[in-house]
T-cell receptor, first 113, second 117 residues
Framework: DGGITQSPKYLFRKEGQNVTLSCEQNLNHDAMYWYRQDPGQGLRLIYYSQIVNDFQKGDIAEGYSVSREKKESFPLTVTSAQKNPTAFYLC????????????FGQGTRLTVV | AQKVTQAQTEISVVEKEDVTLDCVYETRDTTYYLFWYKQPPSGELVFLIRRNSFDEQNEISGRYSWNFQKSTSSFNFTITASQVVDSAVYFCALSDEGGTGRRALTFGSGTRLQVQP
């Protein structure tokens, strides 16, 4: 089945560690996105990418990094520079040229311990 | 500046009542796209509707309807005869380029709808 797969579903990080969240899609979409959602809050854009080897900062990119080496994959690294990383992270993809709706993964809940 | 505003943080209704969720957006683009998503307690976002800026026709899908008005930059969502299963957080989103040449998808802060039996 086509879709977006995020892993892991739950992730625990010690303070000072970097962690990488995986996002893979088999929808052949050009555009991919990472959002952060805090309890009771909306979705805030971290990074987005419209083509391979190109990505743009969103509204809250500080403390995060991404790569887009393959069309199917858009991993997000939460670095130790991110002061408050505990949140729910959602990855999405869309057909950029046709401006279709974005399809979302099931999310990764990151907790700093 | 906030691009998508959902002023209603939380709404509580009794089953079978009608409810309207407001969405006001801001963009300088002439071509843009608007969306509504539903987020049930499981967390995954469910797509509801997409509308482009050139199509101001209202749309009805079962108990759901959408009212798009460019003159007021609004894209409101109405649920008729609400049901308990409609309880969720609803997000309005805008896709535009904002002069960057790249299209980003921006969400509002969401409206939590609680439908009481």
């Amino acid at each position: 089945d086509g879709g977006i797969t995020q892993s892991p579903k739950y992730l625990f990080r010690k303070e000072g560690q970097n962690v990488t969240l995986s996002c893979e899609q088999n929808l052949n979409h050009d555009a991919m996105y990472w959002y952060r959602q805090d309890p009771g809050q909306g979705l805030r854009l971290i990074y987005y990418s419209q083509i391979v080897n190109d990505f743009q900062k969103g509204d809250i990119a500080e403390g995060y990094s991404v790569s887009r080496e393959k069309k199917e994959s858009f991993p997000l690294t939460v670095t130790s520079a991110q002061k408050n990383p505990t949140a729910f992270y959602l990855c999405a993809s869309s057909d950029y040229r046709r401006n279709t709706e974005a399809f979302f993964g099931q999310g990764t809940r990151l907790t700093v311990v | 500046a906030q691009k998508v505003t959902q002023a209603q943080t939380e709404i509580s209704v009794v089953e079978k009542e009608d409810v309207t969720l407001d969405c006001v957006y801001e963009t300088r683009d002439t071509t843009y796209y608007l969306f509504w998503y539903k987020q049930p307690p499981s967390g995954e976002l469910v797509f509801l509707i997409r509308r482009n800026s050139f199509d101001e026709q209202n749309e009805i899908s079962g108990r759901y309807s959408w009212n798009f008005q460019k003159s007021t930059s609004s894209f409101n969502f109405t649920i008729t005869a609400s049901q308990v299963v409609d309880s969720a957080v609803y997000f309005c989103a805008l896709s535009d380029e904002g002069g960057t040449g790249r299209r980003a998808l921006t969400f509002g802060s969401g409206t939590r709808l609680q439908v009481q039996p």
